[in-house]
């Protein structure tokens, strides 16, 4: 059985541009998103991408890197819609 040691609250993002569907990325989980037509389908979409992504990191022996806060990652990511937070657990 795995032990969950720390819970990271990442700041995940919602974004869309012209003529494009909408779209969700952690900023701290590089090369983890999804698409969707509503927001609301991304975001769907992205929590199922997101749980396969970090599988594959615990596969690879791969940590999760530090979560930003909300003020961290804003000052560096301007063109979003909204912001919300996901936690995700490192496990042992």
Not at 1 to 26: C, G, P, S
Not at 62 to 83: D, F, G, N
């Amino acid at each position: 059985m795995e032990q969950i040691n720390k819970v990271h609250e990442y700041i995940a993002l919602i974004r869309k541009e012209a003529e494009t569907d909408y779209w969700v990325t952690i900023p701290d989980i590089p090369g983890c998103y999804a698409t969707g037509e509503t927001a609301d389908d991304a975001i769907i979409y992205f929590q199922q991408a997101l749980e396969s992504h970090i599988v594959c990191m615990r596969e690879s022996d791969l940590r999760l890197p530090p979560a930003r806060t909300l003020r961290e990652v804003s000052e560096k990511e301007k063109e979003y819609i909204e912001a919300f937070v996901i936690e995700v657990a490192q496990r042992a």
